[in-house]
């Protein structure tokens, strides 16, 4: 049974910082490692997929990795922002359309 | 192009009772799955529906069921509530026909059953 492990479960730096979040899953048979963000009382937000042929993706000041033999992907966040306050969080697609989630990295960057 | 639609944002009912929860999805796709989220248990997955067929459904009782339509909207039906089921309800919305797709999620129900 796959099953996906966030570290930290929260982290708190100052504005400017670069920072690493954490996911890592038991299962190495996955077709894509998706990050989102979600905000207080919302919904979620896509921010980065990659495929499981793929290394890394980047997206502005994101850049996500992923090393499937190991069962590892970060989350790179550049020059954090207090916009950048969230929770993140990690899935991997199981090929059923079906997301199997860590629970969460809870982001807070200090102005 | 519109997003994810959910209603109601908010509910309350209580023990015993059911609600139904509706999930509009982004014009022109054809899967909607849906998620339970709390506190003590994350995201969970719920079921997910694809041209109306109930494609691939997770590890929840038989009192969580959903169904359909033919222009893709599907609704999320609770019966018997419990205090448990208290959660945030997300719908999320894909084409469906690619496995490296992203999906698109709502804002979600936020339901509190007393």
């Known amino acids: 049974k796959q099953e996906v492990t966030q570290i930290p479960a929260a982290l708190s730096v100052p504005e400017g910082e670069n920072l690493v979040l954490n996911c890592s899953f038991t299962d190495s048979a996955i077709y894509n490692l998706q990050w989102f963000r979600q905000d207080p009382g919302k919904g979620l937000t896509s921010l980065l997929l990659i495929q499981s042929s793929q290394r890394e993706q980047t997206s502005g000041r994101l850049n996500a990795s992923l090393d499937k033999s190991s069962g590892r992907s970060t989350l790179y966040i550049a020059a954090s922002q207090p916009g950048d306050s969230a929770t993140y969080l990690c899935?991997?697609?199981?090929?059923?359309?079906?997301?199997?989630w860590g629970a969460g990295t809870k982001l807070i960057i200090k102005p | 192009k519109a997003g994810v639609t959910q209603t109601p944002r908010y509910l309350i009912k209580t023990r015993g009772q059911q609600v139904t929860l509706s999930c509009s999805p982004i014009?022109?796709?054809?899967?909607v799955s849906w998620y339970q989220q709390t506190p003590g248990q994350g995201l969970q997955f719920l079921f997910e529906?694809?041209?109306?067929?109930?494609?691939n459904k997770g590890n929840f009782p038989g009192r969580f069921s959903g169904r359909q339509f033919s222009n893709s909207r599907s609704e999320m039906n609770v019966s018997t509530l419990e205090l448990g089921d208290s959660a945030l309800y997300l719908c999320?919305?894909?084409?469906?026909?690619?496995?490296?797709?992203?999906?698109?999620f709502g804002p979600g129900t936020r339901l509190l059953v007393l």
């Open positions: 529906y694809f041209s109306e067929t109930q494609r």
């Open positions: 899935a991997v697609e199981d090929g059923n359309y079906q997301l199997i």
């Open positions: 014009s022109g796709h054809r899967s």
């Open positions: 999320a919305s894909s084409s469906g026909t690619d496995y490296q797709e992203t999906q698109y």
